[in-house]
């Protein structure tokens, strides 16, 4: 489902399908925007709408077991970041379909209803990163800087979310980084700081259409998977991971109302 990428022979640059004509030079133009502002490598235009990405960086890959405070600011400053240089106008935006979406895959997952008045608001729209997973952030080793990779093509392809808010970002990374409730609070006041808003109003409807898309995604993939069983069990997995987001997400303001009580 991805676009084709392949790596040179000497492993010193990868070649990645972006789009002919404008489709490729708009991808260009958000990775250059957000490697501008250090969190991530150019890409240079390449032939037949491939583009080029030198590598000259040494690292790991992330995981869940990274996180920390300085992981939480530095995806903070990344999405606040993203939320200026990214940024589209409100017309871009197909809320209804996204809201629609969520409605569809959380009853598909659950057996449940979301309630009737489930909504999704649009205050900072953006083409938003849409793989927030701790394995799409490099630690290099030279500098221990954190970098972000596959950055450009995820939130404008066939795929939801398209055109979003800010905060399915924001979401994303809570989901897939599976934040304590410590986290969270550490991840929201530090954008809320640095974007000047309160993204957590809205937050919580997208936390929901966010797992509800992930797992709609991934039980779709296991579908198709059948003739590589490892692959469908590690897909089923994750649709299951994203299943317990969904019914965690829930339970939140229920569980809220009994410990009030």
């Not at 692959?231 to 994750?238: H, P």
Request: with cysteine; glycine share 6%; net charge positive.
């Amino acid at each position: 489902m991805l676009p084709a990428k392949f790596r040179s022979a000497d492993g010193e640059r990868t070649f990645e399908y972006h789009g002919l004509g404008r489709y490729g030079r708009d991808v260009r133009q958000r990775i250059d925007a957000l490697a501008w502002a250090g969190f991530t490598v150019p890409a240079l235009r390449a032939a037949n709408g491939f583009s080029r990405t030198n590598l000259h960086l040494a690292g790991c890959r992330l995981s869940k077991c990274d996180l920390g405070e300085t992981v939480i600011n530095r995806m903070a400053e990344y999405v606040a970041v993203r939320a200026k240089v990214c940024a589209v106008s409100q017309d871009a935006v197909h809320i209804h379909e996204l809201e629609s979406m969520a409605q569809f895959n959380f009853q598909q997952s659950t057996g449940r209803e979301l309630p009737t008045d489930f909504s999704l608001s649009v205050r900072r729209p953006v083409i938003a990163d849409a793989q927030m997973m701790p394995h799409t952030w490099l630690k290099t080793f030279k500098r221990g800087s954190l970098l972000k990779l596959d950055c450009g093509t995820h939130g404008d392809n066939h795929f939801f979310p398209g055109p979003v808010d800010i905060a399915w970002d924001i979401a994303g990374a809570i989901v897939e980084w599976e934040m304590s409730d410590g986290h969270r609070r550490l991840f929201l006041a530090r954008y809320n700081d640095l974007s000047k808003e309160d993204v957590s109003q809205r937050l919580d409807p997208y936390i929901t259409a966010y797992a509800a898309f992930r797992n709609g995604y991934c039980r779709m993939a296991a579908s198709a998977m059948a003739h590589d069983p490892a692959e469908q069990a590690r897909l089923l997995r994750d649709a299951e991971r994203y299943r317990c987001a969904l019914m965690e997400q829930a339970s939140r303001p229920i569980a809220a109302a009994a410990a009030y009580r």
